[in-house]
């Protein structure tokens, strides 16, 4: 205890004192009195000392003197020197004033923000800020740095004009630093990427706009380890040139604090190599000071006491234990400068305390003299280890898993909240495509140029803004982590909700405009073929020449109905339908709970003569054809495309959730009151009916628009010609797969009828139908073998191969959709094949009792390495059922009461789905469960497997081994979990078995051939590692007010993608595409091209909105609606005799509505016409590689000049909008990208400019073709725009490339070989020559992209 603690009040210690000095001497009594002396001296001449100061140092004195005033009295022997800068030959203290401010945790973001809702932690960042800025003020040399921007634009915002002159001086003069510069402090396990460029983007372009810095730092203090992605992607190739953090495992710790290599040259990318390096380091203390040196208020640590008159003096001992202390910190760290990390978690609240503190240190310790301490930022700390030119230990790969201790793996997060985790990534794709119709539509067209909040008052409007900074708070280490309060991700998730609500209407609102016809109002009726017709014609007997062939088959429709089904309500009057003066406005909206099966527009009743519009959109920028899935309210529909025809279609029964738990769910989310029943389109009431999807194959252009739709199916009465038209289309339903003839396994249930005599069951194999627009066929197909005797489990998976000319009989599959028996599938020829098995399990968390280490939101730690297994292989408790059709096989399995599996395989295609729901997972027992799904598969993995870092590369890990230190094993489980954002895969030497999740998980592979991945975690207990609670989800239903509302454990559903796939391409790369020849047989896709186009398919999935029509109204005004733009065939009606094989064939593309806007005011596809003899020689070069790129540029601007002038002699048309369907034609298809390179953005940045980010997604030597560089022409992406200027911008897009400063260049312990140094001396001569050709406002505008490489421009167009 202090001695002024025993002190009644100030007369007794001034008596004690005296007594003290009576004891200790005379010598000490003068001193005391001639300090007394001095102090009132320097009191009584404070306005001299003033005046002597201004002659001495003018403005530094100034400031000092105000500093002191402002802090109020107390003795000081004189001014505090804090001008110290680094000083050679001695040991410099880099003093960092830094606050870490958790974008929420413990509290929201806006409790944080505003310093509410104390009782959890007392912290309030406006408060920080406000302070520091006024501390900073008080003496030039005090410097501060701010990292995250989603607080300091939340204070920026609210700043009078004087305070905002003030923070850009302290920016200008260096006292205030931006570091980091990201909206928040990203974490680096479960975030995508593309997610973490966007949030970082969004944070430095404002820096770079408001202040006109650059920062040069990352600073990624907290999250709990380190991806490869950050050390390479964010921090190298992001302008950074140094990357700092605080945690990375304790055994590599402590190896790097002992051998000095804490700090270190980082390589990231195995194929980028020298060309992203960047220095890192360690901190060590954590983000901490040493300890003592803390000086928060409310912190216990000793302040600096340097007035005599006082008791606790401890000047000289405080000077001492700095010393000592940095002495003893420098033995880890190579070079003279060491790093103090002098804030906290939310410091500064009072930044006088620390600033006071700190002012008396650098003061007292220089004057000492052993050690150099200066106030300094994280730029010139390395700014002053560069200038040491030291060699450096090399790292690389990445730095997970991380633990803090022996039993404390931080591998549970990887999976924590994994409902929470899809949303984000939900939200993500949702993002993606609002800004890239926004930017393809125009601001200005969607009615959101003028008006709308502005980020930071500059001007960003935008109808997808709300969502942007959602989801760069969701990037957060406590948000997409799932390791905050709960309370706080339910904020998080209200705010990701409200974004998505706005996002989804400007998507809506975008695919409206894109296929609406936007001919002049005035004179549309007139122009119409429709409007031309007489009234007392029919739609039932429509003139092809005056009408689209969709209108043809609506007005078919309508006579079909009518002859066979009177009073039916879907007849429609062609003459009423003419007659009609409505005019026509769909409204498209989404279905964001369309994964519970309730989405009310598409399970409106379809039988009064409603027809459900169905539109795609498509946010890659390749051509791609996939099955489109959502609820209906019968089995009684079908499905028909832009041009008219009946496309094949298949409804399946949803039987993932039991509609008891469906129904929970939906009044949780539109509230207690809702009838989810009704608004479904069945009957109220009928909570236990099955729930019905449907699906269908849709071909969507790139960038573009496809639409559909889904109309009652009459059971009688159609005409001949509607008959023989859907007479193939009977087999469209199955009625097993309604439940007629459900096949079941029970315990003590025994086989009968047909296939289920047989214990195995074989899903898959090629379509039925092939050829056929709507079907799938490919050079192999996947079939999956399941065995009753075992509960239903997958048993063996066969990817086969189709022979040059092979049938589809041959190929395994009947006209029928009759499966092969495994002995069949093993006969055909097999491009892959292995036994591969299902198994569910759960591991039992450990509950903290007999050590401190509990499983919890961020710790996974088990009571045993072996978890306890879900129906073990030799039960027969599952139920099950099989599902066949057209399209697609599927195998549903109860695994549990509380999982429901179903395995999918969709006719001709090379892979297999698995659709899950756990939950809500039983906790009665007293156990908390971690859930995991294994794959296990005869390949010989030899303990080696792939995880992604970040989406991006893969990296290999080896079970039970670390690179760059001996790991003692003390978590077998724990320690070799990884964390996975796209895909984790092991191989043999022929076959590799992948999987690909849709939203990031924990997974390893702990038993050779075996991939395991944790689906779910509930958890009773906390693992002290700050946020205090169990991870223990759940939902509840309940009125305000209500004490006791209903709840149920959190239901996690998801959809995992596997396939098996031959290590190496069929032709040994020979060739390109999916299809061609080589060797006689037809090309099998690598695994790799699998694995990474189906990442890309996944992460940007087609967007799906619905609109409800009248029949009535489609037929009389749909005209106005270009439902479809042929792409790669004359437009001849579709109800012509020519075969349906050879229309197809010729019309490849005819359900696309492949309306590609690019730049501004809306403006669309440019018309080009061809014969069908020009489009096959362009597809015999494309084929064949024939002919030089500038002679079919040549070519095609001849042929385009040429039309346009055709279309000016024949009088033009407005806007370049056909009047009618049949006059739109094209010669060729839209732009495709390569198939090796992929948009990660696409936004508007004001009228006439956009963003565009373009990344090569392979690896070098990935794929023999596909990771070689790719070429992306900016011209034909954006081909009807013209392109005034393209400028290469950073990756973050704060600073054009030409201007950016060049990379620090570090020296390393390895010696680089001379291939390394040979392969970056040519990349450097590219990168000229590429910029050269690129920063310029001259064409053409050929982008040339390396593997693993991300470019990045804003695009100018000509207004």
């Known amino acids: 205890m202090e001695r002024s603690s025993r002190c009644a009040s100030r007369s007794r210690c001034r008596i004690l004192s005296f007594v003290l000095a009576a004891c200790i001497g005379f010598a000490a009594i003068a001193a005391v009195i001639a300090g007394k002396h001095e102090h009132r001296h320097y009191k009584q001449h404070e306005n001299h000392q003033q005046h002597r100061h201004h002659h001495r140092e003018r403005h530094h004195d100034h400031h000092d003197h105000h500093d002191h005033e402002h802090e109020g009295g107390g003795w000081r022997p004189g001014r505090y020197n804090t001008r110290a ?45 406000d302070t520091v800025v006024e501390q900073l003020s008080l003496d030039p040399n005090r410097k501060f740095i701010q990292v995250e921007q989603g607080f300091f634009q939340r204070w920026w915002r609210r700043q009078p004009k004087d305070v905002r002159r003030v923070v850009r001086r302290l920016v200008k003069n260096g006292q205030l630093e931006f570091t980091n510069g990201g909206w928040c402090m990203h974490d680096e396990a479960a975030t995508h990427y593309a997610d973490m460029v966007h949030q ?56 790097r604090y002992r051998e000095r290599t ?22 060590y203390v954590h983000y901490l000071p040493p300890d003592s040196f803390r000086y928060d208020t409310n912190n216990w640590d000793p302040p600096v006491q340097d007035d005599p008159e006082l008791y606790d003096y401890n000047v000289q001992e405080r000077v001492d234990k700095f010393v000592e202390t940095a002495l003893k910190q420098a033995e880890s760290y190579r070079t003279n400068h060491i790093m103090w990390t002098m804030g906290d978690d939310f410091a500064y609240s009072n930044a006088i305390t620390w600033f006071r503190n700190m002012d008396k240190l650098i003061h007292y310790v220089n004057r000492d003299g052993r050690v150099n301490a200066l106030y300094s930022t994280p730029s010139i700390y390395v700014d002053a280890k560069h200038h040491a030119n030291e060699s450096w230990p090399l790292k690389t790969g990445d730095f997970f898993p991380y633990a803090d201790c022996p039993h404390c793996y931080w591998t549970g997060y990887f999976s924590s909240r994994p409902a929470f985790k899809r949303y984000v990534r939900t939200c993500s794709a949702l993002l993606l495509a609002a800004q890239q119709v926004e930017a393809l539509v125009g601001r200005s067209r969607l009615g959101r140029g003028g008006e709308g909040a502005a980020v930071a008052g500059e001007g960003r409007e935008s109808g997808a803004e709300e969502l942007e900074e959602a989801m760069a708070v969701a990037q957060h280490h406590d948000s997409v982590s799932g390791t905050a309060k709960q309370h706080v991700n339910d904020d998080y998730t209200l705010r990701l909700y409200r974004g998505a609500v706005k996002a989804s209407s400007l998507l809506t609102e975008a695919i409206r405009c894109m296929i609406y016809r936007q001919s002049e109002a005035d004179t549309w009726q007139s122009q119409s073929p429709l409007r031309q017709m007489p009234s007392s014609q029919p739609l039932s007997s429509p003139s092809p020449a005056t009408t689209s062939p969709l209108m043809r088959a609506l007005g078919k429709r309508g006579a079909a109905a009518a002859a066979g089904a009177a ?72 499905v028909m495309n832009a041009s008219g025809a009946i496309i094949p279609s298949q409804v399946l029964p949803d039987t993932l959730l039991l509609p008891t738990t469906r129904s929970f769910l939906i009044q949780a989310y539109d509230g207690p009151d809702a009838e989810p029943d009704a608004a479904a389109g069945a009957e109220p009431g009928g909570a236990g009916s099955e729930a019905l999807s449907l699906v269908f194959w849709a071909d969507a252009p790139p960038l573009g628009v496809a639409s559909f739709f889904v109309l009652y199916k009459y059971p009688e009465g159609r005409t001949e010609e509607r008959v023989k038209e859907g007479a193939e289309q009977e087999g469209g339903v199955d009625r097993r797969v309604l439940g007629d003839e459900p096949e079941a396994v029970g315990q003590d249930n025994g086989m009968h009828g047909g296939e289920e005599e047989e214990d195995e069951i074989v899903i898959g194999g090629w379509a039925e139908v092939e050829g056929r627009e709507g079907s799938s066929s490919g050079s192999s197909a996947l079939t999956l073998s399941f065995s009753r005797a075992q509960g239903g489990r997958m048993t063996r998976a066969v990817l086969l191969k189709r022979e040059q000319g092979q049938g589809e009989a041959e190929g395994g599959m009947g006209a029928r959709g009759e499966v092969p028996s495994a002995k069949a599938a093993a006969a055909a020829a097999a491009a892959a094949a292995a036994d591969v098995s299902i198994e569910w399990a759960w591991y039992n968390a450990s509950d903290g009792k007999a050590s401190r280490e509990a499983s919890g939101a961020y710790i996974f730690r088990p009571t045993s390495p072996d978890p306890v297994p879900i129906n073990p292989p030799n039960s027969t408790a599952s139920s099950l059922q099989v599902v066949r059709g057209p399209l697609v096989d599927e195998v549903h399995r109860q695994v549990a009461p509380w999982i429901k599996e179903i395995v999918r395989v969709y006719k001709g295609t090379n892979y297999a789905e698995m659709e899950y729901a756990v939950g809500p997972v039983p906790v009665d027992d007293g156990f908390g469960k971690e859930v995991v799904v294994r794959l296990s598969s005869s390949l010989a993995s030899n303990a080696t497997f792939f995880t992604d870092s970040n989406g991006r590369d893969f990296i290999q890990r080896t079970r039970n081994f670390r690179a760059d230190w001996n790991l003692t094993v003390t978590e077998p489980t724990a320690g070799n979990y990884y964390p996975v954002n796209s895909g984790i895969y092991l191989h043999d030497k022929a076959t590799d078995l992948s999987v690909l999740v849709d939203r990031a998980t924990g997974a390893s592979s702990l038993n050779d051939g075996q991939l395991e991945l944790m689906l779910h975690r509930r958890l009773l207990h906390d693992d002290h590692r700050g946020v205090a609670e169990a991870l223990n989800e759940r939902v509840c239903v309940g009125r305000r007010g209500e004490q006791q509302p209903q709840c149920m454990g959190l239901v996690v559903a998801g959809t995992l993608r596997f396939g098996l796939h031959p290590h190496t391409r069929s032709d040994g790369g020979v060739g390109s595409g999916e299809v061609e020849e080589a060797r006689g047989e037809e090309v099998v896709e690598a695994a790799a091209e699998w694995r990474r186009g189906n990442i890309q398919r996944i992460f940007s999935p087609l967007q799906v909105a619905f609109a409800v029509e009248n029949e009535e109204a489609l037929a009389a005004e749909g005209g106005r609606y270009t439902w479809h733009i042929p792409g790669t065939q004359d437009s001849k009606p579709v109800g012509s005799t020519e075969s349906m094989e050879s229309r197809e064939t010729r019309e490849s593309r005819e359900s696309v509505l492949s309306m590609q806007l690019s730049g501004k005011g809306g403006r669309v596809m440019k018309e080009e016409s061809s014969s069908e003899e020009e489009r096959r020689e362009e597809e015999m070069e494309d084929e064949e590689g024939g002919g030089a790129e500038e002679d079919k540029e040549e070519t095609e601007q001849e042929e385009q000049q040429e039309e346009e002038e055709a279309e000016e002699a024949e009088g033009g048309r407005e806007g370049g909008v056909a009047d009618s369907f049949e006059e739109r034609t094209s010669k060729r298809p839209a732009y495709e990208l390569p198939r090796s390179v992929a948009i990660i953005t696409l936004q508007e940045l004001h009228e006439y400019k956009v963003l565009l980010r373009l990344a090569h997604l392979y690896e070098a030597e990935e794929d023999p073709l596909l990771s070689q560089p790719a070429l992306v022409n900016l011209d034909r992406l954006f081909a009807h725009q013209e392109i005034e200027k393209v400028t290469e911008l950073s990756l973050m897009a704060n600073q054009k490339l030409l201007k950016m400063r060049p990379p620090m260049k570090w020296r390393t312990e390895q010696l680089a070989s001379k291939s390394e140094v040979h392969e970056d001396v040519n990349a450097a001569n590219k990168e000229v020559r590429r910029m050269q050709a690129l920063n310029s406002t001259e064409g053409p505008f050929i982008v040339e992209l390396g593997p693993m490489e991300i470019r990045t421009f804003a695009i100018q167009f000509d207004d």
């Open 200 to 255: 970082m983007s969004l944070g430095l372009r404002l820096i770079r706009r408001q202040f006109g810095q650059v920062p040069r730092i990352a600073w990624q203090i907290d999250p709990f380890g380190h991806s490869a992605v950050q050390g390479y992607l964010i921090s190298a190739l992001g302008g950074f040139d140094a990357v700092f953090f605080a945690r990375a495992d304790y055994e590599d710790s402590e190896a």
């Open 567 to 638: 009073g039916a309500a879907g007849a429609v009057g062609g003459g009423q339908a003419a007659r009609s003066s409505r005019s026509l406005k769909l409204s498209f909206e989404m279905c964001p709970l369309s994964n519970i099966s309730f989405c009310p527009p598409s399970q409106t009743d379809l039988q009064d003569g409603k027809v459900l519009v169905v539109a795609v959109y498509n946010p890659l920028a390749w051509a791609r054809k996939e099955i489109v899935r959502f609820p209906v309210s019968t089995a009684d529909v079908e």
């Open 262 to 283: 804490a700090e270190f040259v980082w390589r990231g990318s195995e194929t980028l190599k020298q060309q992203a390096e960047v220095f890192g380091g360690r901190l």
């Open 85 to 129: 800068g680094p000083v050679e030959g001695k040991l410099n203290v880099h003093l960092v004033a830094h606050s870490h401010d958790d974008v929420g945790w413990l509290k929201t973001v806006d409790q944080y923000y505003v310093g509410s809702n104390n009782s959890i932690q007392v912290a309030a960042v406006q408060y920080i800020l």
